[in-house]
């Protein structure tokens, strides 16, 4: 079956800091990747997403960078964070069309 | 290009109580429909979707019936419990092969024994 993992649960850095979030795929192939971010009051928002090993598209332009070194490895990250860049931190993937997401668990992120 | 627009919550019931949560969407094309909840803490789980027009999802109690000549998807349960206190999103795909999710922004359901 397929699963989705992502880490860490929660984290707090400081302003300034460097970010690396991370996502994995089992029991798929090929799968598109995005990252979303949900602020307080304000919905999902999409930032990445990703339809093979390389490929990375933005939605929004911001503090943040997405990579996708395997097929199935997805990383969120960021030089320098800044206190908006606090949220929760959603993963997911799909196999495309009519299928829906698969979401992971969560990263919920606080800037200080 | 896509928006999907929901209720602002957060809707407060009582155990039991008919549930509807309004969604309305704007598209191009022909979108699928999808229902996402959010439990506390946790990521959001599909609860259920709709790819035409007519069509009626269902899971766990709740539907929702992708009604194109009104663009909307509400969520309905007859008879709502404790645990069905979360957050719940409307969500449509174009069908395009990127496959995103446009998501509006939420409707907290809380639900009184």
Known sequence: SQTIHQWPATLVQPVGSPLSLECTVEGTSNPNLYWYRQAAGRGLQLLFYSVGIGQISSEVPQNLSASRPQDRQFILSSKKLLLSDSGFYLCAWATGGAAGYTFGSGTRLTVV | GNSVTQME??????????????????????????????????????????????????????????????????????????????????????????STLTFGKGTMLLVSP
């Open chain 2, 9 to 98: 919550g957060p809707v407060t019931l009582s155990e039991e109580a008919f549930l509807t949560i309004n969604c309305t969407y704007t598209a191009t094309g022909y979108p699928s429909l999808f229902w996402y909840v959010q439990y506390p803490g946790e990521g959001l789980q599909l609860l259920l979707k709709a790819t035409k027009a007519d069509d009626k999802g269902s899971n766990k109690g709740f539907e929702a019936t992708y009604r194109k000549e009104t663009t909307s998807f509400h969520l309905e349960k007859g008879s709502v419990q404790v645990s069905d206190s979360a957050v719940y999103f409307c969500a449509l795909s174009d069908g395009s092969g990127y």
